[in-house]
């Protein structure tokens, strides 16, 4: 008879910035990941083709620009994202940092190597929780 061992994490992942620290959760189904990541994919597709089109313009593209309820909806997008993975006891600190584009950027990749499979792609193999 074979015989194989599981464990499920129960300790939170840590995210320090400046003094707080945001508590993520041990672990996260693969399609609740997924359909998160999908989400806020498509905001980004969509800012990319926006950028896009306006390179692509007979007009210099610093006269240009992208519509900034498109870069709000990426935001709140990416904001969303990182939220749906907080442990509730993080979720009020989270909601009231203001935090860079960069950071949020960095905080979205710490959720992608998380959950799912370390490389950001749903749909590699290595489960919903690396590290």
């Known amino acids: 008879m074979a015989t194989k ?3 499920i994490r129960t300790e939170p992942h840590e995210a320090h910035i400046g003094n707080d620290t945001l ?3 041990p672990e996260v189904e693969g399609a609740v990941f997924a359909q998160a990541y999908a989400e806020v994919r498509s905001l980004q597709l969509k800012v990319q083709a926006l950028k896009g089109q306006k390179a692509s313009s007979q007009k210099p593209a610093k006269a240009e620009s992208i519509d900034p309820d498109v870069l709000v909806d990426l935001s709140r997008g990416m904001r969303a994202f990182v939220r749906s993975f907080l442990m509730p006891e993080s979720t009020p600190v989270y909601d ?3 935090l860079p584009d960069r950071v949020l950027g960095e905080l979205m990749q710490f959720a992608a190597e998380l959950y799912g499979g370390g490389s ?3 749909d590699a193999a290595g489960g919903t929780s690396s590290g």
């Open 5 to 7: 061992r599981f464990e």
């Open 23 to 25: 508590l993520f959760e």
């Open 96 to 98: 009231a940092m203001r």
């Open 120 to 122: 950001g792609n749903p």
